[in-house]
């Protein structure tokens, strides 16, 4: 990744936190179990102030609100500042992590009068992850950056997100496990079965940020056992490119079935691919890709993978590039939205959402746990001002909800019980 392109984004989208993460800014991770704790709930947004630096300590606000549908929102008498720069919630919590060297992981929840609360009693120190998602609905799997093959040992933790403690770590070579003298380098960290999955790409290593990305036209995963962290092998696949995104933690999904399907852009101007953006599959407890299935989805004439997100069934919510658009860096160019179902291969539009620009990193989006909803924040063109759309799965149709006043971005939402 190009440092132009960092800085352009951290004024762009990330100002602020994220539930994902980033090695220079941050994104967002508005799914995982929000614990069921009490009756009532909140939906809970990562937002970023005007003039939000990407040390994270000026400008990033939580914020919390009942009501997505309708009104508008801002940090004034409403946000939380906080300085953490990424975010993930589990176990009915958010969990703020600090970007450089080491710094604490610290817990937000909301108290029995609907006030978002700082658990300062509960941090716990660690180095910054680069990569971090669930496991099960009480862990927190998080993996340090590691890009150069000077430096390539990475370390792996599971963090214990309902004893706020650190229950194992191992090590691992990021310039063995794609054998000979590439380095892998990590965009995000998935549960799979029992195992965990994280996503490369490829490079030589050659400096801090990865040198030259050497093999765009192979899509790579390498499998870890639970809860050991140990590395067991590397799959690949010649018919697409790499997944995710820098910083993204998105990619890669488990259905209701159990079985895994990848996803990937080559578009990215840096990394473009040979190969079309479309889907791949990992059956259910086979751990290899599924040589029968293969999605080109730009096969349907609307262009390019951006991001995804799982819904339902067979259904995914994919934002989807513009002919003729392209990334810039980890984010930019116009997309639309659409519901894809990955069995009969057809896409839908959801047409009351205008096209956008691409936010980095990931998108903002939260599901409801029994698919019926989901709720989609993004920039309007117009006004310049972020809105959140409720989504109606079955129907791929939207309406506009929640206004964002005086803030620069937002990096993520979830919900949390109390």
């Known amino acids: 990744m190009k440092n132009l392109n960092i800085l352009k984004m951290l004024t762009l989208a990330c100002g602020v936190l994220a539930i994902t993460a980033c090695s220079k800014d941050n994104p967002s991770d508005g799914e995982g179990d929000t614990g069921n704790s009490g009756k009532r709930e909140k939906f809970v947004f990562i937002v970023n102030g005007q003039g939000a630096g990407e040390g994270g300590a000026t400008g990033n606000y939580i914020l919390a609100t009942d009501n997505v549908n309708e009104g508008s929102i801002s940090i004034v008498g409403n946000g939380m500042p906080a300085t953490e720069l990424s975010f993930i919630n589990q176990n009915n919590h958010i969990f703020g992590l600090t970007y450089g060297g080491q710094g604490p992981i610290t817990p937000y929840n909301i108290d029995n009068k609907g006030d978002l609360q700082r658990l300062k009693n509960e941090q716990v120190n660690a180095e910054t992850a680069g990569i971090y998602g669930h496991y099960g609905d009480k862990n927190i799997i998080l993996g340090t950056t590691n890009r150069s093959i000077v430096n390539p040992v990475a370390t792996l933790r599971n963090y214990d997100a309902q004893n706020f403690s650190i229950a194992n770590k191992n090590t691992v070579d990021l310039s063995k496990v794609l054998g000979g003298t590439r380095m892998a380098i990590w965009t995000g960290v998935f549960q799979v079965g029992s195992k965990i999955y994280i996503p490369f790409q490829s490079a030589d290593g050659s400096g801090n940020w990865g040198g030259k990305f050497t093999t765009t036209d192979t899509t790579y995963i390498g499998i870890f056992s639970y809860p050991e962290l140990k590395f067991e092998k590397t799959i690949r696949d010649g018919r697409g490119s790499h997944i995710g995104n820098w910083w993204a933690q998105q990619g890669l999904a488990v259905d209701d079935k159990g079985d895994a399907y990848v996803w990937f852009s080559a578009n990215e101007a840096s990394l473009a691919s040979k190969n079309k953006s479309g889907f791949l599959r990992i059956k259910k407890g086979t751990d290899e890709f599924d040589k029968d299935y293969y999605f080109d989805i730009e096969s349907l004439g609307n262009g390019k993978i951006a991001r995804g997100s799982y819904l339902k069934d067979d259904k995914f919510l994919m934002t989807i590039y513009n002919k003729g658009q392209q990334a810039e860096g980890v984010g930019g160019g116009l997309v639309k939205l659409y519901i894809v179902d990955i069995q009969t291969k057809k896409m839908t539009e959801i047409k009351e959402i205008p096209a956008h620009e691409q936010q980095g990193y990931k998108d903002v989006v939260f599901v409801e746990k029994d698919g019926s909803k989901a709720y989609y924040t993004c920039q309007n063109l117009e006004d310049k001002q972020y809105y959140t759309y409720t ?26 019980n109390y």
């Open 391 to 416: 989504i109606d799965i079955k129907n791929a149709t939207a309406k506009k909800g929640l206004k964002f006043v005086g803030v620069a971005g937002v990096s993520s939402m979830s919900k949390i």
